[in-house]
């Protein structure tokens, strides 16, 4: 098979990337490890930023979002007393967050693939790259007992953290950056109202822990466990318990107990591999950083990711321009770089950490009390929150 661009996973990059492309005429198929309801099944993203609600609505796959999403004007921050209020609204000028979760985000891709004529190819195994640098490269992967393979002009690693396509550059290319945090969150997901109409991110002396939800009858919350934390030593009442304690008196006892449809423990870290272009190689997503979920970031990078990819590609398979995919790693890294810091800032501000002690924790607070005082730092939050511009 011959096509203009070879994309590695079939996420929310991978997928919104082949859209973006194919809508443009360009050549795209997208090769996908697992299996569409895999995909489907993994429980992760709940906010998107302008830059994610624009690119479907560019797509045209807007309507379902517009229909179910929860478009949010603030959160909350707590300090396990009381609830400090971030108008992200008011604060930037109208600019808003939309609750819908990447589950639905990645559904509607999925959905719309072939009416794209965007060919997604699922449980490809073994997908290996060659020759990523020259200007012939290409993918082959096996399917069907059979080896298959795709030429292309360019190879988009939309593949994840644990994907191929960041391995398959140089080492003496390749630099990554990295802080593996010393807590982990354990996520429940609950067919039931949500305490509060907002967000809620609360730093309890107990740990962290995250109201949030997926419509008005499903809500997601998390709390932060130690790294080892075993996933079987959480009962649905220990859980609902405990989340009733560090969310707070007031939200706490508004909390609807039910059963878990999903609970599950993900690790937290902070990464990021430079360059995330290597010669007819082009990273995107997961693939090139991870961001601690605390600010919301993960998803919504991915999208600036392809928002920049795919102008550039366009830019030299219709124009023949090259200065978009010369710059492409640079751009992108100038916004990542941002959501970083903001994530690991948030991350920093909002959780225990086992060597902070009590002066750690007073640093904390001190710093809660401060935002919740002034609205130059609640408008520093807020302008970070709902995603610095392209
Ligand atoms: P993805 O990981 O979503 O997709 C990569 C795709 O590549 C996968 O489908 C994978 O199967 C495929 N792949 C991997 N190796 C392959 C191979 N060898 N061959 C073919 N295909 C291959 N972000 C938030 O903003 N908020 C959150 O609450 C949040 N929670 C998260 C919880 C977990 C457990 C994880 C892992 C991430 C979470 N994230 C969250 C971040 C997450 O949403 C990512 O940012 C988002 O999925 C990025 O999308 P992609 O870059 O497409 O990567
Ligand atoms: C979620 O709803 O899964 C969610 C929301 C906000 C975050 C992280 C996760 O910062």
Redesign the pocket.
């Known amino acids: 098979m011959k096509t203009d661009v070879a994309i590695i996973g079939a996420g929310p990059a991978g997928l919104m990337l082949g859209h973006l492309l194919r809508q443009q005429g360009i050549g795209a198929v997208v090769v996908e490890r697992q299996s569409a309801d895999y995909v489907l099944g993994r429980?992760?993203?709940?906010?998107l930023e302008q830059v994610t609600v624009d690119i479907l609505n560019e797509l045209g796959l807007g309507n379902r979002m517009k229909q179910e999403g929860l478009p949010h004007e603030g959160?909350f921050l707590a300090d396990g007393e009381r609830l400090i209020h971030i108008d992200i609204a008011e604060l930037t000028g109208g600019s808003k967050v939309m609750?819908y979760?990447?589950t639905e985000v990645t559904r509607d891709l999925m959905d719309a693939a072939k009416d794209r004529d965007l060919e997604v190819v699922y449980e490809a195994k073994d997908v290996a790259l060659h020759e990523i640098d020259t200007e012939r490269p290409y993918l082959t992967y096996q399917k069907d007992g059979q080896e298959h393979r795709i030429d292309a002009r360019f190879i988009a690693g939309c593949d994840g953290f644990h994907g191929p396509s960041r391995k398959a550059i140089p080492d003496s290319v390749g630099k990554t950056f990295e802080r593996v945090y010393p807590f982990g969150?354990l996520?429940i997901l609950s067919d039931v109202p949500p305490c509060n109409d907002e967000?809620i991110?609360a730093n309890h002396s107990n740990g962290f822990a995250?109201a949030?939800?997926?419509s008005q009858t499903r809500s997601?919350y998390?709390i932060q466990v130690p790294l080892d934390e075993k996933i079987e030593n959480w009962s649905d009442d220990r859980l609902w318990d405990e989340l009733s304690i560090r969310l707070g008196p007031e939200a706490g006892s508004r909390i609807t107990r039910g059963p878990a449809l999903e609970k599950s423990i993900a690790p937290l870290r902070s990464f990021v591999f430079e360059p995330m272009r290597y010669k007819s190689l082009f990273l995107a997503g997961d693939a090139a950083h991870i961001v601690p979920?605390?600010?919301?970031?993960?998803l919504n990078l991915a999208s600036s990711d392809v928002a920049y990819l795919s102008r550039a590609f366009v830019s030299f398979f219709q124009d023949s321009k090259t200065d978009g995919i010369d710059t492409y790693s640079q751009t992108a890294l100038a916004r990542v770089w941002k959501s970083e810091r903001f994530s690991w800032s948030?991350t920093s501000l909002m959780h225990r950490f086992p060597d902070d002690g009590e002066f750690g924790r007073r640093m904390q607070v001190s710093e809660l009390d401060y935002i919740a005082s002034s609205r130059a730092a609640q408008t520093a939050i807020a302008e970070n929150y709902v995603g610095l511009p392209l």
Do not use: E
Request: avoid cysteine.
């Open positions: 429980i992760r993203a709940g906010v959160f609750v979760g990447q969150w996520g967000l991110y995250l949030s939800m997926r997601r998390y979920p605390t600010g919301a970031k993960g948030l």
